[in-house]
């Protein structure tokens, strides 16, 4: 995202969509409070169709700790491809960047730990350091971190307190403590770790080319 998120941030940010995000790192949210922030967060509002629509697409802007600009792109590139139904190439692709790997690993306990983990040059694929969060890995590849990946405390965190129950089936993992992975399969809409409707964020972006 554009900024950082502080906790109390988060918090509120999952109490208004409903919802708790794993890329956000922060559980309990609505385990304490379960209804919207503010003042009148616990009276039932109605809403509008697009206010439904912008709530979905906000999901996947904080999950995967993207800008509104940059998921744009991604929808553009994602109608680019003929092959299949574009919200599942969307997917496809977000699943795909090398931060979320790092997350979905159980490697980070955040989306933006990883992104910070990545950017520091602690994850490599194929052998190979790769400090871009936004770098796509492709089927076959193998996803590692650097020695000092290993000691850092967002490695071991992740490790003692996992954020996700488990890793998606498209990872083949070996090691114990200096773990590898390697993508066995290209990940499905089913894997996005939070409730997604699909067709409502197809509704949203009907209109970009």
């Known amino acids: 995202m554009a900024r950082s998120t502080t906790g109390r941030a988060r918090f509120k940010l999952q109490r208004a969509l409903g919802l708790e995000l794993p890329g956000l790192g922060k559980a309990g949210a609505l385990e304490r409070r379960p209804y919207g ?11 509008s169709d697009y206010a439904v629509r912008l709530k979905e697409k ?12 940059q998921l744009v792109t991604y929808v553009r590139h994602a109608k680019r491809d003929k092959s299949r139904a574009w919200i599942d190439t969307l997917v496809i692709n977000l699943e795909c960047r090398l931060a ?17 983990m990545v950017s520091h040059g602690q994850v490599k694929v194929n052998g190979k350091v ?10 076959g590849d193998t996803i590692e971190l650097t020695d000092k990946g290993y000691n850092n405390q967002n490695y071991k965190v992740a490790q003692e307190r996992p954020r996700l129950p488990s890793v998606p ?3 083949n993992i070996e090691g114990t403590e200096k773990k590898k992975a390697v993508m ?12 997604f409707q699909g067709q409502l964020v197809i509704e949203h972006y009907w209109k970009v080319k």
């Open 37 to 47: 922030p503010g003042q009148h967060g616990n009276v039932r509002k109605k809403i």
């Open 58 to 69: 906000q999901k996947l802007v904080y999950h995967y700790s993207l800008r509104e600009k």
């Open 100 to 116: 979320n790997v790092v997350f979905r690993l159980n490697w980070a306990p955040s989306m933006l730990a990883a992104n910070q």
């Open 130 to 139: 790769v400090d871009r969060a936004s770098f796509s890995v492709s089927v």
């Open 169 to 171: 089936a498209s990872f």
């Open 184 to 195: 066995s399969a290209l990940p499905l809409a089913a894997d996005v770790p939070f409730e």
